[in-house]
């Protein structure tokens, strides 16, 4: 997977942000949605950052 974080085509559930990071770092995906949920206000913000810098494994 190289060093980049990758959105995710099997783990998703918005578009695959969680699950890439989840992924990358081999943290199950329900812990960083939940951390994302708890820092909702700056997670949006955070999650919308990143969906436009990580880049997209290429399957639909």
């Known amino acids: 997977?190289?060093?980049k974080i990758r959105?995710?085509?099997t783990n998703k559930v918005?578009?695959?942000?969680?699950?890439g990071?989840?992924?990358k770092y081999n943290i199950p995906s329900i812990w960083i949605?939940?951390?994302f949920i708890l820092?909702?206000?700056?997670s949006?913000?955070?999650y919308f950052i990143l969906l436009n810098f990580v880049f997209?494994?290429?399957y639909l």
Request: overall charge negative; charged content about 15%.
């Open 21 to 23: 990071i989840s992924e």
């Open 56 to 58: 997209d494994d290429g």
């Open 44 to 46: 949006t913000f955070i």
């Open 1 to 3: 997977m190289g060093n």
């Open 33 to 35: 949605r939940i951390l």
């Open 14 to 19: 918005l578009f695959g942000v969680c699950g």
């Open 39 to 42: 820092c909702l206000p700056l």
């Open 7 to 9: 959105t995710s085509s």
